[in-house]
């Protein structure tokens, strides 16, 4: 599949699974923004993209919080390669605790990154696409948009949340060649999960191998995880596919764990 010089923007793609796909965009001839919050990141995985694929990728400060970074970081994509054709919204973190202990600013931090971000980024990108006839969003979501887990109230609620959005999103843009879609994956290595997995720990009252091994991924078929270039595939799935067939849909890569 080749994204022919599409313009990408990937949220939180200085680190992990936004990391990998930028890379994979490129590597299918995209142009792709990595908006992150951590400037001096997105800035060295562009400088190592552009090493690569010559003028492919984009520094871009933006907190997805923030309406005003959001929509200047989009104005700065716009100014470099005139539109926007694919959004993926990915910045994500995680803040595990029983609800009982759950600070309201912790939930509310997890619901603005996540579901704030996907809206407000959604929202500037959309009359771009609208313009043009055709553009592809795509949420990060999780196995979590489908299942329930202890200690993760915030994160499967946002997770959840996501879906619906889209699916507005495909019912609204459907008509103007928009297609939203949600990828689901499953627990994949990357900072978010590490940092969890002595937390998860403490928390749950066992070691950090049975996080790994009964937790995380006890319920898969085959004990492994799902990988960064997984998801990229998928990601890179959802904005290449040839036709608008393809909306409000959620693709769930995760070993099996969610078969739903
Ligand atoms: P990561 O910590 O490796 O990367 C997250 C990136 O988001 C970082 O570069 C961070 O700087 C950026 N970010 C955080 N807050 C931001 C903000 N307010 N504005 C802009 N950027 C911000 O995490 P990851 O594991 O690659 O997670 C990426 C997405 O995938 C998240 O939405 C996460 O919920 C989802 N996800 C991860 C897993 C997993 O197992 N790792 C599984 C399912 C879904």
Not at 12 to 41: E, F, Q, T
Not at 189 to 211: C, F, H, N
Not at 233 to 247: G, H, K, M, Q, V
Request: charged fraction near 20%; aromatic fraction near 6%.
């Amino acid at each position: 599949m080749n994204l022919n010089n599409k313009v990408c923007i990937v949220t939180g793609a200085a680190s992990g699974i936004g990391l990998a796909i930028a890379k994979r965009y490129a590597a299918a001839g995209g142009k792709v923004a990595i908006a992150d919050l951590k400037l001096d990141a997105a800035q060295a995985a562009a400088d190592a993209i552009n090493a690569d694929h010559a003028d492919a990728a984009l520094a871009v400060a933006m907190d997805v919080t923030s309406e005003d970074q959001v929509n200047a970081g989009v104005a700065q994509v716009v100014a470099k390669w005139g539109t926007v054709d694919v959004l993926v919204s990915n910045a994500g973190i995680q803040i595990v605790n029983p609800v009982e202990a759950f600070a309201y600013a912790d939930w509310k931090k997890m619901l603005a990154i996540h579901l704030d971000g996907a809206f407000l980024t959604s929202k500037a990108v959309l009359p771009h696409m609208y313009k043009q006839g055709s553009g592809a969003v795509i949420f990060m979501g999780s196995v979590h948009s489908k299942e329930a887990s202890p200690l993760k109230s915030a994160y499967v609620t946002a997770k959840h949340g996501l879906l619906g959005l889209s699916r507005v999103i495909a019912k609204e843009g459907g008509a103007k060649g928009v297609r939203s879609n949600v990828i689901c994956p499953g627990f994949v290595r990357t900072p978010l999960v590490d940092k969890q997995i002595p937390e998860q720990a403490k928390e749950l009252g066992i070691s950090e191998d049975e996080v790994v091994k009964k937790v995380m991924l006890g319920q898969t078929v085959d004990g492994e995880f799902t990988t960064v270039e997984d998801i990229a595939e998928l990601a890179l799935f959802f904005a290449a596919f040839p036709s608008n067939a393809l909306t409000g849909q959620s693709l769930t890569a995760s070993h099996g764990w969610s078969m739903s």
